[in-house]
């Protein structure tokens, strides 16, 4: 298994489905909760401990996941509201290494996910089908719709939190 895919690389396969859909929300509703119980306990040096040779730390990671939803969560509203929008490109590794996310306690990223998430849910679970069929435009991968970038995150907040929970288990921290 490769440490840095612990659930794979997050290709989405087979139909979108209504169902499918809101497994994905659900996903998202979960995930501020179970980022928290992932991290619960780890000392500073395990926070400050890369998930992999080269990686970054459980600390990095959940700075990361903050600030990928908070730019998530923007682009689902600026396509719900426009036609399109171009949607800014963040170079998340050079944001994972600004001290802030280096040092700042994980529990002011883990406060602002539950709330962040709580609205986000509430904006997902009440778009129609014509607004999940909208989508934005990204510089390098295009024309991004609606319900494959819910996809996008549902995956990726699993993934983040599946490095740290294997790091747990590789250390013995669980």
Same mark, same amino acid.
């Given at each position: 298994?490769?440490?840095?895919?612990?659930?794979?690389?997050?290709?989405?396969?087979?139909?979108?489905?209504?169902?499918?859909?809101?497994?994905?929300?659900?996903?998202?509703?979960?995930?501020?909760?179970?980022?928290?119980?992932?991290?619960?306990?780890?000392?500073?040096?395990?926070?400050?401990?890369?998930?992999?040779?080269?990686?970054?730390?459980?600390?990095?990671?959940?700075?990361?996941?903050?600030?990928?939803?908070?730019?998530?969560?923007?682009?689902?509203?600026?396509?719900?509201?426009?036609?399109?929008?171009?949607?800014?490109?963040?170079?998340?590794?050079?944001? !994972?290494? =600004?001290?802030? +996310?280096?040092?700042? &306690?994980?529990?002011?990223?883990?406060? %602002?996910?539950?709330? *962040? @998430?709580?609205?986000?849910?509430?904006?997902?679970?009440?778009?129609?089908? !014509?607004? =999940?069929?909208? +989508?934005?435009?990204? &510089?390098?991968?295009?024309?991004?719709? %609606?319900?494959?970038? *819910? @996809?996008?995150?549902?995956?990726?907040?699993?993934?983040?939190?599946?490095?740290?929970?294997?790091?747990?288990?590789?250390?013995?921290?669980?």
């Amino acid at each position: 298994m490769d440490i840095r895919y612990p659930i794979g690389q997050g290709k989405l396969e087979g139909e979108i489905t209504p169902e499918r859909r809101l497994k994905w929300i659900d996903d998202i509703e979960e995930a501020p909760a179970l980022l928290r119980a992932t991290v619960d306990g780890l000392t500073e040096d395990q926070l400050d401990t890369p998930y992999r040779e080269g990686g970054w730390t459980p600390r990095q990671i959940v700075h990361h996941l903050c600030d990928a939803n908070i730019n998530s969560y923007v682009r689902f509203k600026l396509a719900a509201t426009e036609d399109e929008p171009t949607v800014k490109v963040w170079d998340e590794t050079s944001w !994972a290494q =600004l001290l802030d +996310a280096r040092t700042t &306690p994980v529990e002011v990223s883990l406060s %602002l996910l539950d709330h *962040l @998430h709580i609205r986000w849910v509430t904006f997902l679970r009440n778009l129609t089908e !014509a607004e =999940l069929a909208r +989508a934005f435009r990204h &510089p390098t991968a295009g024309i991004v719709n %609606l319900s494959k970038n *819910l @996809h996008s995150y549902s995956w990726h907040c699993r993934h983040h939190t599946a490095q740290i929970t294997g790091l747990r288990e590789r250390k013995g921290w669980v």
